[in-house]
């Protein structure tokens, strides 16, 4: 898919923010792949890499690639012919930062597989107020 950017957003570094101002669906440059459903901007597209269909978390040996390739073109048949860039922003696509992260590394061999000439955004935030922004949640 061409045009296509993940915000793989990592937690506390202005993530909703940028779902709720900037990846919106009246936005000049970029149409949020969500179905309108979920929150906060959220990409529901984004929940297809780390939730099975019974919202359970997948299995490390699953990429549910068939359950997001159907859902792109649900979420993108409106658009053929824009110059719009497609944007997946969720930060759980970083990892969940209160378990470390553990299915980090395998969220973004998802990614990698099922895009791989998305272009990637990642937000950072010094080290110390990210953890007290961490730890104050």
């Given at each position: 898919m061409?045009?296509?950017?993940?915000?793989?957003?990592?937690?506390?570094?202005?993530?909703?923010?940028?779902?709720?101002?900037?990846?919106?669906?009246?936005?000049?440059?970029?149409?949020?792949?969500?179905?309108?459903?979920?929150?906060?901007?959220?990409?529901?597209?984004?929940t297809?890499?780390?939730?099975?269909?019974?919202?359970?978390?997948?299995?490390?040996?699953?990429?549910?690639?068939?359950?997001?390739?159907?859902e792109?073109?649900?979420?993108?048949?409106?658009?053929?012919?824009?110059?719009?860039?497609?944007?997946?922003?969720?930060?759980?696509?970083?990892?969940?930062?209160?378990?470390?992260?553990?299915?980090?590394?395998?969220?973004c061999?998802?990614?990698?597989?099922?895009?791989?000439?998305?272009?990637?955004?990642?937000?950072?935030?010094?080290?110390?107020?990210?953890?007290?922004?961490?730890?104050?949640?």
């Amino acid at each position: 898919m061409k045009n296509l950017l993940i915000h793989i957003g990592l937690h506390k570094t202005g993530t909703t923010w940028m779902q709720n101002e900037l990846f919106v669906s009246d936005s000049e440059y970029f149409i949020p792949l969500s179905n309108g459903e979920s929150i906060s901007g959220h990409s529901s597209l984004a929940t297809k890499f780390y939730l099975d269909n019974s919202n359970d978390i997948l299995n490390s040996f699953d990429d549910n690639s068939k359950v997001i390739h159907e859902e792109l073109e649900k979420l993108t048949v409106d658009y053929r012919e824009t110059n719009k860039i497609f944007v997946m922003s969720h930060e759980r696509l970083s990892g969940y930062p209160n378990s470390a992260g553990f299915d980090a590394s395998i969220i973004c061999q998802r990614i990698k597989k099922i895009f791989p000439q998305a272009k990637i955004l990642i937000i950072i935030r010094e080290q110390v107020s990210c953890i007290l922004s961490n730890y104050f949640q």
